[in-house]
């Protein structure tokens, strides 16, 4: 199903071809092509406004993830039973607080679609509150981007790399 | 798709759009008791042929003006009162002119004005892009009172600031100069008064068609690719095309006070115009 991507900020420059051809990759390897996926761009004010809103965190940050499955298990693929709620959520990036992280000798596009990675998996009911739970998930970061890489030749990492 | 976004409180419109000229308040006596209508047309045949007979006041033909002028125009104390207006009107708007001349489009983009109409035209590498947009119609309409007052009050003290966005249509022509691509863009809803929670795209393209270059004239033959329910990979490749070509969310956002600040000019000369007219022998 569709992979919509819009832009709504004007602070960084941005294309959306390569992040799209990547997340595509994503999206299979985890097989859940088959489910719409939005990701949004955001400056460092508007995902601060939200992450205040939804996380109570007046800061700007990286990456927020909206699921349309709230309560599934890590790994858990939906089982929708209307065409409608083949939806998996959204993915806001602040491609602005990203950018400001991204190190001189790191690929800006890598770091978007390690960053898209991390949310998809949001979305698919992994998180990383507890060591076990961040365990789950680095596992199948790291998994999906190495995949990715064999596929593209990039060298990726994951974003939950080190959070315990 | 943007679930979250649909739930939130959307952020109201500062104020209408619509209130910029408010019209001036006829006294009670001029409704009632018309101003003398002297006409310099002598309506002496129409008297004479048609049926039932008329009022002689309004056929006998009249002297000079009764506004003093001495002339034969018709100025009535309407007309006087509107005159008086529109140069308070006139005063008023361009005390709140943000810019006295057009504001520059960063990028190297020349423009050409012709009217309501703009062209920003920029060449690179051998590929000439033209954008052009017109500014009539161009400023969206808002939220009525009844909505802004309840959104506390607010708009009292403070005018609304309108914002032009107009559709615009992107022409590139390659340097074999054949065909152009044409490529209409529309500003999002979403983006009129609405400072936070917007769901859509700054602009969006809309459709996209080939015409030979140099060709004015639209021909219904042509194909015409319309976006609405186009693959998103070859939509996002437009939007990375165009992106390329110096068209993105800034350029939108300068296009955009580039064509306030036409309309606010074109609007100022209108009333001048108005203001003119309505003088006029």
Redesign the interface.
Known sequence: M?????????TI?????PL?RNV?IVRNILGVEKF?L?I?FLDNK?IQ?INR?YRKKNIPTDVLS?P?YENLKAGEVPQPSFPDDY?L??IFLGVEYIFQQCKENEDYYDILTVTATHGLCHLLGFTHNSEAEWHKMYHQEKQVLEELSQRTGAQLQPLSRGLF | MFSVLRGLPRALGSAAAGLRVSAPAPTLRQLLQPAPRPSLRPFGLLSVSAGPPRRPGLLQPTGPCACGCGLGALHTEGDKAFVEFLTDEIKEEKKIQKHKSLPKMSGGWELEVDGTEAKLVRKVAGEKITVTFNINNSIPPTLDIEEQSSEGQKGEEQEPELTSTPNFVVEVTKSDGKKTLVLDCHYSEDEVGEEEEAESDIFSIKEVSFQATGESEWKDTNYTLNTDSLDWALYDHLMDFLADRGIDNTFADELVELSTALEHQEYITFLEDLKSFIKSQ
């Open positions: 569709s992979l919509v991507i819009r832009n709504l900020q004007r420059p941005i294309r959306r071809v799209r595509e719409d939005g949004i508007n406004h809103i909206f349309f939806n959520g959204d």
